[in-house]
Protein backbone atom coordinates (compact mmCIF):
# COMPACT_ATOMS: atom_id res chain seq x y z
CA UNK A 1 0.00 0.00 0.00
CA UNK A 2 1.80 3.38 -0.69
CA UNK A 3 2.10 5.66 1.94
CA UNK A 4 1.34 9.33 1.81
CA UNK A 5 2.64 11.55 -0.76
CA UNK A 6 3.56 15.16 -0.84
CA UNK A 7 4.29 17.62 -4.11
CA UNK A 8 6.22 19.32 -4.34
CA UNK A 9 8.88 18.18 -2.00
CA UNK A 10 10.98 21.26 -1.86
CA UNK A 11 9.45 24.70 -3.24
CA UNK A 12 10.75 28.26 -3.10
CA UNK A 13 9.25 31.27 -3.34
CA UNK A 14 8.71 35.12 -3.44
CA UNK A 15 7.33 37.59 -0.32
CA UNK A 16 3.88 38.25 -1.68
CA UNK A 17 3.42 35.28 -3.94
CA UNK A 18 0.65 32.59 -3.03
CA UNK A 19 1.68 28.75 -3.13
CA UNK A 20 -0.56 25.37 -3.51
CA UNK A 21 0.66 22.06 -1.89
CA UNK A 22 -0.58 18.93 -2.27
CA UNK A 23 -1.12 15.77 -0.52
CA UNK A 24 -2.23 12.44 -1.59
CA UNK A 25 -3.53 10.37 1.52
CA UNK A 26 -3.26 6.88 1.64
CA UNK A 27 -6.30 4.58 -0.62
CA UNK A 28 -9.41 4.28 1.68
CA UNK A 29 -8.44 7.29 4.45
CA UNK A 30 -10.80 9.80 4.86
CA UNK A 31 -9.30 11.90 7.03
CA UNK A 32 -6.04 14.60 6.40
CA UNK A 33 -5.02 16.98 8.86
CA UNK A 34 -1.83 19.55 7.82
CA UNK A 35 0.46 20.83 9.82
CA UNK A 36 3.47 23.46 9.55
CA UNK A 37 6.79 22.50 11.46
CA UNK A 38 9.31 25.22 12.29
CA UNK A 39 12.55 24.73 14.46
CA UNK A 40 11.12 27.79 16.37
CA UNK A 41 7.50 26.77 16.93
CA UNK A 42 7.42 23.23 16.51
CA UNK A 43 4.79 21.39 15.00
CA UNK A 44 1.65 23.61 14.68
CA UNK A 45 -1.90 21.81 13.79
CA UNK A 46 -3.33 23.71 10.72
CA UNK A 47 -6.68 22.22 9.67
CA UNK A 48 -8.08 18.59 9.41
CA UNK A 49 -10.51 17.53 6.30
CA UNK A 50 -13.05 14.43 6.68
CA UNK A 51 -14.93 13.96 3.41
CA UNK A 52 -14.30 17.02 2.40
CA UNK A 53 -15.22 19.01 5.18
CA UNK A 54 -12.69 20.87 7.89
CA UNK A 55 -13.39 19.87 11.12
CA UNK A 56 -11.11 21.63 12.94
CA UNK A 57 -8.76 24.67 12.18
CA UNK A 58 -5.21 25.83 14.21
CA UNK A 59 -4.92 29.45 14.91
CA UNK A 60 -3.25 30.66 11.47
CA UNK A 61 -4.49 33.64 9.21
CA UNK A 62 -6.92 33.64 6.74
CA UNK A 63 -3.78 33.26 4.31
CA UNK A 64 -4.04 29.96 5.10
CA UNK A 65 -6.59 27.51 3.48
CA UNK A 66 -7.07 24.14 2.56
CA UNK A 67 -9.66 22.16 1.07
CA UNK A 68 -10.44 18.05 0.53
CA UNK A 69 -11.54 16.68 -2.90
CA UNK A 70 -14.14 13.98 -3.24
CA UNK A 71 -11.06 11.52 -3.47
CA UNK A 72 -9.71 12.23 -0.16
CA UNK A 73 -6.75 14.25 -1.81
CA UNK A 74 -6.50 17.53 -0.27
CA UNK A 75 -4.45 21.26 -0.84
CA UNK A 76 -3.55 23.36 0.94
CA UNK A 77 -3.01 27.13 0.15
CA UNK A 78 -1.09 29.78 1.41
CA UNK A 79 -1.85 33.42 -0.20
CA UNK A 80 0.65 36.58 0.16
CA UNK A 81 3.60 34.65 1.53
CA UNK A 82 5.88 36.08 4.13
CA UNK A 83 9.30 35.60 5.60
CA UNK A 84 7.99 33.19 8.44
CA UNK A 85 5.69 30.92 6.51
CA UNK A 86 9.09 29.61 5.28
CA UNK A 87 8.76 25.42 7.13
CA UNK A 88 8.21 21.81 6.34
CA UNK A 89 4.93 21.66 5.76
CA UNK A 90 3.59 18.37 7.00
CA UNK A 91 0.08 16.22 6.30
CA UNK A 92 -0.90 12.99 7.69
CA UNK A 93 -4.09 10.48 6.83
CA UNK A 94 -6.25 8.49 8.83
CA UNK A 95 -8.57 6.27 8.22
CA UNK A 96 -11.29 8.32 9.84
CA UNK A 97 -10.58 9.97 13.44
CA UNK A 98 -6.64 11.49 13.65
CA UNK A 99 -5.72 9.62 17.32
CA UNK A 100 -8.11 7.18 17.52
CA UNK A 101 -6.77 5.92 14.23
CA UNK A 102 -3.47 5.97 13.37
CA UNK A 103 -1.96 9.15 11.16
CA UNK A 104 0.34 8.16 8.94
CA UNK A 105 2.54 11.47 7.80
CA UNK A 106 3.92 11.83 4.48
CA UNK A 107 7.67 13.28 3.87
CA UNK A 108 6.57 16.69 3.60
CA UNK A 109 7.00 19.86 1.91
CA UNK A 110 9.79 22.00 2.86
CA UNK A 111 8.64 25.88 1.67
CA UNK A 112 11.46 28.74 1.47
CA UNK A 113 10.27 32.19 1.14
CA UNK A 114 12.98 34.85 0.01
CA UNK B 1 -5.92 24.35 27.49
CA UNK B 2 -4.79 20.92 26.63
CA UNK B 3 -0.95 21.07 26.30
CA UNK B 4 1.95 18.69 26.28
CA UNK B 5 5.44 19.43 27.34
CA UNK B 6 8.76 17.99 26.98
CA UNK B 7 11.47 19.55 29.03
CA UNK B 8 14.15 18.15 27.58
CA UNK B 9 15.70 19.25 24.73
CA UNK B 10 18.33 16.73 23.84
CA UNK B 11 18.68 13.19 25.67
CA UNK B 12 22.33 11.43 25.45
CA UNK B 13 22.59 7.95 26.39
CA UNK B 14 25.06 5.36 25.12
CA UNK B 15 24.34 1.98 22.82
CA UNK B 16 23.12 -0.41 25.18
CA UNK B 17 21.97 1.60 28.06
CA UNK B 18 17.82 2.13 29.04
CA UNK B 19 16.59 5.50 27.44
CA UNK B 20 13.50 7.83 29.18
CA UNK B 21 12.19 10.84 27.15
CA UNK B 22 10.02 12.47 29.00
CA UNK B 23 6.70 14.10 28.31
CA UNK B 24 4.04 15.75 30.87
CA UNK B 25 0.50 16.43 29.56
CA UNK B 26 -2.47 18.98 30.58
CA UNK B 27 -5.85 18.16 29.78
CA UNK B 28 -9.48 17.85 30.67
CA UNK B 29 -10.79 15.03 30.43
CA UNK B 30 -9.22 11.31 29.73
CA UNK B 31 -5.90 11.92 27.46
CA UNK B 32 -5.58 10.38 24.25
CA UNK B 33 -1.34 10.41 23.72
CA UNK B 34 0.96 9.40 21.21
CA UNK B 35 4.56 9.15 20.59
CA UNK B 36 6.13 9.98 16.75
CA UNK B 37 9.72 9.45 15.77
CA UNK B 38 11.18 11.73 13.24
CA UNK B 39 14.26 11.03 11.64
CA UNK B 40 16.13 13.43 9.19
CA UNK B 41 14.36 14.44 5.87
CA UNK B 42 11.13 12.42 7.11
CA UNK B 43 7.94 13.10 8.18
CA UNK B 44 6.60 11.26 11.55
CA UNK B 45 6.37 7.70 12.53
CA UNK B 46 3.99 6.56 14.79
CA UNK B 47 5.28 4.64 17.97
CA UNK B 48 2.41 3.97 20.56
CA UNK B 49 -0.39 5.60 21.61
CA UNK B 50 -2.80 5.57 24.90
CA UNK B 51 -5.83 5.89 25.00
CA UNK B 52 -7.15 3.79 27.68
CA UNK B 53 -6.05 0.22 29.36
CA UNK B 54 -2.89 -0.43 30.68
CA UNK B 55 -0.80 2.13 31.59
CA UNK B 56 2.15 0.74 30.05
CA UNK B 57 1.49 0.64 26.69
CA UNK B 58 3.95 -1.20 23.89
CA UNK B 59 4.96 0.11 20.52
CA UNK B 60 7.16 0.16 17.93
CA UNK B 61 11.15 -0.57 17.75
CA UNK B 62 10.87 -1.74 20.54
CA UNK B 63 9.82 1.37 22.59
CA UNK B 64 7.12 1.29 25.83
CA UNK B 65 5.64 4.39 27.46
CA UNK B 66 4.31 4.31 31.06
CA UNK B 67 1.34 6.22 31.40
CA UNK B 68 0.69 7.65 35.15
CA UNK B 69 -2.34 9.85 36.09
CA UNK B 70 -1.20 11.24 39.05
CA UNK B 71 1.68 12.79 37.73
CA UNK B 72 0.59 13.49 34.45
CA UNK B 73 3.42 11.84 32.65
CA UNK B 74 3.97 9.20 29.38
CA UNK B 75 7.24 8.87 29.19
CA UNK B 76 9.20 7.00 26.19
CA UNK B 77 11.06 4.05 27.32
CA UNK B 78 13.16 1.49 25.36
CA UNK B 79 15.29 -1.04 28.11
CA UNK B 80 18.54 -0.65 25.34
CA UNK B 81 19.23 2.21 23.05
CA UNK B 82 20.04 1.91 19.59
CA UNK B 83 22.35 4.09 17.81
CA UNK B 84 19.90 3.85 14.97
CA UNK B 85 17.28 5.01 17.69
CA UNK B 86 18.80 8.86 17.41
CA UNK B 87 16.39 11.09 16.12
CA UNK B 88 13.65 13.41 17.01
CA UNK B 89 10.71 12.58 19.20
CA UNK B 90 7.68 13.97 19.67
CA UNK B 91 4.69 13.74 22.21
CA UNK B 92 0.99 14.69 21.12
CA UNK B 93 -2.22 14.69 23.06
CA UNK B 94 -5.45 14.50 21.21
CA UNK B 95 -7.84 17.26 22.12
CA UNK B 96 -11.50 15.55 22.93
CA UNK B 97 -14.06 15.59 20.22
CA UNK B 98 -11.43 18.18 18.30
CA UNK B 99 -9.46 15.72 15.50
CA UNK B 100 -6.47 17.70 16.52
CA UNK B 101 -3.20 16.61 17.98
CA UNK B 102 -1.19 19.09 20.14
CA UNK B 103 2.62 17.88 19.66
CA UNK B 104 5.32 18.51 21.87
CA UNK B 105 8.09 20.85 21.39
CA UNK B 106 10.46 17.88 20.63
CA UNK B 107 13.68 16.04 22.34
CA UNK B 108 16.30 15.06 20.41
CA UNK B 109 17.62 11.62 20.95
CA UNK B 110 21.32 10.96 20.56
CA UNK B 111 22.96 7.75 21.22
CA UNK B 112 26.54 7.13 21.00
CA UNK B 113 28.34 4.44 20.01
Known amino acids: KAGVTQTPRYLIKTRGQQVTLSCSPI?????VSWYQQTPGQGLQFLFEYFSETQRNKGNFPGRFSGRQFSNSRSEMNVSTLELGDSALYLCASSLADPGINEQYFGPGTRLTVT | AQSVAQPEDQVNVAEGNPLTVKCTYSVSGNPYLFWYVQYPNRGLQFLLK??????LVKGSYGFEAEFNKSQTSFHLKKPSALVSDSALYFC???????????FGSGTRLLVRP
Open chain 1, 27 to 31: SGHRS
Open chain 2, 50 to 55: YITGDN
Open chain 2, 92 to 102: AVLMDSSYKLI
